[in-house]
């Protein structure tokens, strides 16, 4: 009988368990309950996978996987299949004939790990068939994936998840083995409640994503910055842009393909079967960008998405954390950027504001709509503040590092755009203390708010007819702030919104065009009496970031460092994966990841003997392709 280690390694061709995999494994294997709480790309599968296929051999019979993803269904059963492993799924996508087949087979106990959707596992019918497996012993194991789906204060709540309870009342003394990538004790707590999970052991992951780099800049011009972005960084990379609305989707997403750039647009506006081919396309094709809303993503398991970008800010630091985690999760080097600016503050705050919802929700979402601004102002290591977030401190028994930073050791990481270049910092406090009190004079002089722009054209001495016709040069605040920039003056702006020190007001005019207006708030008085110190980064004058590869070199044979005959090879091996990866309609990482292809292009096969112990090369790989990667390696 194989152990959990010999799984590992003979079916999916891993040298060891990541992180707390092992022990999740081990605890499951023996029957406990589990919940495990671990960031996107942490290894999530392979914590009831294993468990399912040891189990199956202890002679516990079938793993019923529980997942709200349906598209996702027929490549996860194909990868475990690619693997050697007999997986099926039931959904809606199969049609009579089929499903009853898939039926049968499990009732013969022919299927090792079966995929269902929450609304198919709670239908009549198929508890009749789990009964009856139940009743000879040969329901092993349920493995609940995307579990927030269970809990209201998830993103992603689904009615069916609520009917999962069945499982553990109908079948008590089935292990189950909750899964979640939401960090948040909330809704942590709420899967324990729902789930009745109060005996299952948690294990709870670092949610700290190594490999991404974060980096957060100053929105000038979006569509440019974002262009030369991916131009520099990511030529031929596979990503994903995300932006607020449809318009913009198309917009960019034509912007991009006019750029030469292999850009896709997904939104819930467009026809299904066009969403369904353009996330098609971008799972199986090589170097896609697909420009999208927030609509796009959830469950999106495709690894080697090698940057995640937002040109409009989210609404909060999960949303960020979630959508960056697309990136990177093979583990390879990967890029969260972002681009946000004052018009980002001003469109998230009337959102909440006008939103229909009750006060207190509101005051809960301004909370958290702080916090991203907050980040997004920080000067410091971003990572640390994302961490801190998810009530994480990073560096506790990690690879963190400390600097001296005028007396203050803080920690750092190696990889964010603070840490790796740390910005100049310039004190606003006397910026925000004039700009305050333009707001208070003007107001105070006319009954009025104005929109930023004309504060700013006051505090700066410009002489606009607007000025003039409300005789605004006559304030005593008038010019004093003439050797500050404009762009100086948006960043105080921008962080006296975060931080709620000035707030926004709409106004309507007779013709009913309506505009937001600057005013004072509660939190100003601490600012304008110098007790709150307004620190902000400099904003240098786009330094063009160093080309940080050559352009037609993929991701993953720039982060191994190949040689140029390596390189060759890859290059090879890429191409031949993608004819396997059409035959078989599978999307091409689920026959070979970018860094297995990578490390066979580096060790230079002669022999099946040299392709041992290459990471993601399990035994039926080696059977199935072994041949056939020694002769396209040595082309
Ligand atoms: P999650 O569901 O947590 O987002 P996955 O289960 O999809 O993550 O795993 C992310 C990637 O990491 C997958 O490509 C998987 O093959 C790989 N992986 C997981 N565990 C290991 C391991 N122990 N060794 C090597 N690669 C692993
Ligand atoms: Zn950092």
């Known amino acids: ?84 492993v007999e997986a099926a799924f039931l959904n809606s ?97 709420d899967i324990v409640e729902r789930l009745q999970l109060e005996a299952a052991g948690q294990f709870v992951s670092s949610f700290d994503r190594h490999n991404i780099r974060y980096t957060i800049v100053e929105k000038k011009d979006a569509t440019t910055q974002l262009l030369r972005f991916i131009e520099r960084e990511h030529p031929e990379d596979a990503g994903v842009v995300y932006c607020q609305s449809r318009k913009r989707v198309e917009e960019l997403a034509t912007t991009l393909q006019n750029a030469g750039i292999n850009a896709l647009p997904y939104h819930a ?25 927030i609509a796009f993503g959830m469950g999106i398991d495709k690894p080697d998405v090698r940057f995640v970008a937002h040109v409009d800010m989210p609404k909060n630091i999960e949303g960020y954390y979630q959508e960056t985690g697309r990136a990177g999760r093979d583990g390879l080097p990967a890029h969260a950027w972002m681009a946000y600016g004052l018009q980002d503050v001003v469109n998230q705050r009337r959102m909440i504001d006008e939103s229909p919802a009750a006060e207190t929700f509101k005051e809960v979402m301004r909370g958290k709509l702080d916090a991203l601004l907050a980040l997004a102002e ?59 009190s333009t707001i208070y004079r003007v107001h105070e002089a006319s009954g009025l708010t104005f929109g930023t722009g004309h504060i700013m054209d006051i505090l700066r001495g410009k002489d606009t007819d607007k000025v003039l016709q409300f005789g605004h040069e006559k304030l005593s605040t008038f010019g004093l702030g003439k050797d500050f920039s ?34 004072l708030t509660e939190g100003s008085r601490a600012v304008l009496r110098g007790q709150t110190a307004v620190q902000l980064r400099e904003t240098t004058a786009a330094a063009a970031p160093k080309r940080t590869r050559r352009s037609t070199q993929a991701a993953a044979a720039a982060a191994a460092n190949l040689g140029p005959d390596a390189e060759v090879r890859f290059i090879n091996l890429k191409a031949w994966r993608a004819e396997v990866a059409k035959q078989h309609n599978l999307p091409a990482y689920v026959i ?44």
């Not at 079966?114 to 012993?137: I, V």
């Not at 106004?507 to 600057?518: H, I, N, Q, R, Y």
């Open 592 to 635: 070979f990841h970018d860094a297995t292809l990578a490390a066979i292009a580096q060790r230079a096969p002669q022999s099946l003997d040299d392709l041992h112990g290459i990471s993601g090369i399990g035994a039926k790989k080696l059977e199935a392709y072994g041949a056939e990667v020694l002769r396209v390696s040595s082309m």
């Open 378 to 436: 920080a000067t410091d290591c971003r990572r640390v503040r994302l961490l801190g977030y998810f009530g994480e401190t990073y560096g506790l028994g990690a690879p963190g590092q400390t600097s001296q930073d005028g007396g203050v050791a803080r920690m750092k990481c190696a990889s964010c755009d603070n840490c790796l270049q740390p910005p100049a910092v310039w004190d606003g406090t006397d910026a925000a203390r004039k700009l305050l």
């Open 486 to 519: 404009e762009q100086q003056l948006r960043g105080v702006l921008r962080q006296l919104l975060a931080v709620g020190a000035v707030g926004l007001q709409k106004v309507t005019t007779d013709a009913g065009f309506s505009f937001d207006t600057l005013c």
């Open 1 to 84: 009988m194989s152990t959990a280690h010999s799984v590992l390694h003979e079916v999916f061709g891993y040298e060891q368990f990541r992180g707390p995999q092992e022990a999740i494994v081990q605890h499951v294997i023996q029957g406990g309950d589990a919940l495990v709480l671990m960031p996107t790309g942490g290894g999530k599968s392979l914590c009831y996978q294993v468990p399912a296929i040891v189990r199956q051999q202890m002679g516990h019979g079938i793993t019923i996987v529980v997942s709200p993803l349906i598209a996702l269904m027929h490549d996860q059963v194909g990868a475990l299949h690619e693997a050697g």
């Open 269 to 293: 506006g467009l026809p299904v079967e066009q969403r369904q081919l353009h996330q098609d396309r971008f799972l199986r094709e090589d170097g896609i960008v697909m420009v999208a809303t």
């Open 93 to 189: 996508t199969l049609d009579w004939q089929a499903a009853l087949d898939v039926e049968r087979r499990l009732a013969r106990g022919e299927i090792t790990m079966l995929y269902a959707a929450p609304e198919r596992l709670t239908t009549p019918r198929f508890l009749e068939l789990m009964d009856g497996l139940h009743q000879r012993g040969q329901l092993s194991l349920f493995a609940i994936d995307e579990a927030h789906c269970v809990s209201q204060w998830g993103h992603d709540f689904r009615p069916e998840y609520r009917g999962l309870t069945v499982l553990h009342e109908r079948y008590a003394g089935v292990p189950r083995i909750a899964l979640t990538a939401t960090a948040d004790a909330l809704t942590r707590a």
